[in-house]
Nanobody, 121 residues
């Protein structure tokens, strides 16, 4: 079973930037037809989808990150990135990468284990 592996998390001051990466460990058949998403979960809160990229390259963002975060893929569609700019303390959370073979990004077939992002004021 293929898995997703996130990297790039860390600690940053408010206003700073981080770039998260998501790579597949193992082979995912027809991964280019999937929807890929970044979700996050802050302490004591539910998991929130913050960005998604669909097989046609279109993207969708939560209002909380719109204009600050950018989701993208590499040319082979085997790596997914989340560029996070103008970070705020409320962005502190564990960030997860996920993939949906049905291209909806409402439920997911593959998950990563998460990477921690901490933003200090």
């Amino acid at each position: 079973q293929a898995q997703l592996v996130e990297s790039g998390g860390g600690s940053v001051q408010s206003g700073g930037s981080l770039r998260l990466s998501c790579a597949t460990s193992g082979y995912i058949y027809s991964s280019s037809t999937y929807c890929w998403a970044w979700l996050r979960q802050a302490p004591g809160k539910g998991r929130e989808r913050i960005a998604a990229i669909y097989s046609d390259g279109s993207t969708n963002y939560a209002d909380s990150v719109k204009g600050r975060f950018t989701i993208s893929q590499d040319g082979t569609k085997t790596l997914v990135y989340l560029q996070m700019n103008s970070l705020k303390p409320e962005d502190t959370a564990t960030y997860y990468c996920a993939a949906d073979r049905l291209n909806y990004c409402h439920s997911y077939n593959y998950w990563g284990r998460g990477t921690q992002v901490t933003v200090s004021s």
